[in-house]
């Protein structure tokens, strides 16, 4: 069935290292992906998309990879700072639909 | 300020007793959503709309219904809640199906 999935519930990293957070989607018509946080108490919040056409986008400290042949999406976050400490889904939207479908999440724990 | 508002935000009624959480956006977007987030279940979509009057199930509609009358507003109304929709809910609207959602701050809905 439709279902995006991330690998690790959990993530711990120290402050100042690199993080990577890794989800994998099944649903082949899927053609937008987003990252969201959310933080304790908080709706999720907007990081990063990417769209099917592309293998790669930048953002501020934060990178997003797209693998379409192995159904699989990242993201990377340089130099992990407190602040980053939060759950991070992944999300997709099947074309020309108003779906957005969540994966699980990862809870990203930096330890200063 | 560019924002999604959700009231209540916490809200404990009974089993039967009829129930509408609001939802309204300012940013004059088309898309509007429905989610509800539960332990170990991660974000599940239950209605979304496209446009005025155009609205359709996501994944978990039973014991929901939805109306857009006008742009702004997205209601959630719950007819006749049970214990098993106590949860967190979460409005979210979009410019487009290929633009990320702006999520509300949450309600938190009790059944007893």
């Known amino acids: 069935g439709e279902n995006v999935g991330l690998h690790l519930p959990t993530l711990s990293v120290q402050e100042g290292d690199n993080s990577i957070i890794n989800c994998a989607y099944s649903?082949?018509?899927?053609?937008?992906f987003i990252w969201y946080k959310q933080e304790s108490g908080k709706g999720p919040q907007f990081i990063i998309d990417?769209?099917?056409?592309?293998d790669k986008r930048q953002g501020q400290r934060v990178t997003v990879l797209l693998n379409k042949t192995v159904k699989h999406l990242s993201l990377q976050i340089a130099a992990t700072q407190p602040g980053d400490s939060a759950v991070y889904f992944c999300?997709?939207?099947?074309?020309?639909?108003?779906?957005?479908?969540f994966g699980q999440g990862t809870t990203l724990q930096v330890k200063p | 300020e560019a924002q999604v508002t959700q009231n209540p935000r916490y809200l404990i009624t009974v089993t039967g007793k009829k129930l509408t959480v609001t939802c309204s956006q300012n940013?004059?977007?088309?898309?509007m959503s429905w989610y509800r987030q539960d332990p170990g279940l991660g974000l599940r979509q239950i209605y979304y709309?496209?446009?005025?009057?155009?609205?359709d199930k996501g994944d978990v509609p039973e014991g929901y219904k939805v109306s857009r009358k006008e742009k702004r507003n997205f209601p959630l109304i719950l007819e006749s809640p049970s214990p098993n929709q106590t949860s967190l809910y979460f409005c979210?609207?979009?410019?487009?199906?290929?633009?990320?959602?702006?999520f509300g701050s949450g309600t938190r809905l009790t059944v007893v």
């Open positions: 979210a609207s979009s410019h487009r199906e290929d633009y990320g959602y702006t």
């Open positions: 649903n082949s018509a899927s053609d937008y």
């Open positions: 990417i769209r099917s056409n592309m």
């Open positions: 999300a997709e939207t099947p074309s020309n639909t108003g779906k957005l479908i």
């Open positions: 940013m004059n977007h088309e898309y």
């Open positions: 709309s496209m446009n005025v009057e155009v609205t």
